[in-house]
């Protein structure tokens, strides 16, 4: 029995005559239905959620690098096309 419950909470040595022992007692069944053993969590299925098992999860600083990549890709896109490509007509 205390093994199902905080010790704090309830101890088998109060559940016999105390008044309030219906009441500990709801306690005692509540606990004693809770999932015991590590939380198991479903795997990742789309490119995203993979991702964030690999870098975010992990704790890697891998997501920086690709960001700070990305942004750089992107602006030299953006340059490219709105004033480097105009260079090439004149």
Known sequence: LTTLIPPK????????SNPAAKRMQHIVSFYSKLPRG????????????LYREKYFDTGSGAPLLHASL??????????????????KEH
């Open 70 to 87: 990305f942004f750089l890709a992107v602006g030299y896109g953006l340059e490219y096309y709105f004033h480097l490509s105009h260079h």
């Open 9 to 16: 909470v309830a101890s088998a040595s109060n559940l016999g």
């Open 38 to 49: 590590e939380a198991s969590f479903p795997k990742a299925k789309s490119p995203l959620g």
